[in-house]
């Protein structure tokens, strides 16, 4: 099979994967992460398929919706790798960037020993995927998901935990005014390539301005 025909089957499995899922994790945030792997893969030396495939398929089952089972994503996207008789290796490296590419997997876990994977081709997914997750996407984002996990939107007697292990993160249900200083603001300084840091500046500085105005709103001075 080759490489068009290839992910044009993998668009449209994630698409009928994905149909129902919550709208910061749907198809068209895997569209966005897509197309920012693609700007991000034009300034560096990859392998077109391996960041193709790892773009489309890294959030094809995301834990958080499945009572926190990191294993149900990989398993997926093998399932469907191997029935596509895509070469074992490349699935290897697909399955390796969606089980390292999120933002929990950065954080100090005691009680994980596992050797942290790196690539350039993980590295220009996880900064498409990051992308995704700061600027006014980032924040409409966020907000979908606090609402659809019923949290508040800011309670200033509870204060961001910028320390937090990954059990820790995963078990979090703090406001989501808290989630952009517990990860949103910390993603810029965290891009891997220079096309990503470059992207990245812009929507961190939009992000600041919007919690100035919301500060502002929220103590009336607006």
Do not use: C
């Not at 992460?33 to 693609?38: D, G, K, L, T």
């Not at 659809?148 to 249900?173: D, G, H, Q, W």
């Not at 965290?190 to 992207?199: I, V």
Request: zero cysteines; glycine letters at 4%.
């Amino acid at each position: 099979m080759n490489t068009d025909k290839l992910i044009n089957k993998t668009i449209k499995f994630v698409k009928r994967t994905l149909q129902d899922a919550e709208g910061g994790h749907d198809w068209f945030h895997i569209h966005r992460v897509f197309s920012n792997a693609q700007r991000i893969a034009k300034d560096e030396d990859v392998n077109y398929l391996v960041v193709s495939l790892g773009a489309l398929l890294h959030d094809i089952a995301d834990a958080k919706f499945y009572n926190g089972d990191e294993t149900i994503g990989p398993a997926l996207a093998t399932s469907f790798l191997k029935s596509e008789k895509v070469d074992p290796d490349i699935i290897k490296h697909v399955v390796e960037i969606i089980e390292n590419i999120s933002f929990k997997s950065s954080l100090t876990d005691p009680n994980n020993t596992h050797k942290k994977f790196n690539s350039i081709e993980f590295q220009v997914v996880q900064d498409a995927d990051r992308l995704d997750a700061i600027g006014a996407i980032g924040i409409a984002r966020a907000f979908n998901y606090g609402g659809f996990k019923n949290r508040a939107l800011y309670n200033p007697l509870i204060v961001p935990n910028l320390y937090m292990s990954k059990a820790e993160y995963k078990k979090s249900t703090a406001p989501t005014i808290n989630h952009f200083y517990e990860k949103l603001l910390v993603l810029k300084d965290k891009m891997n390539t220079n096309t990503g840091r470059k992207l990245a500046e812009k929507r961190h500085q939009f992000m600041l301005t919007y919690l100035e105005q919301f500060y502002k709103e929220w103590n009336g001075q607006l």
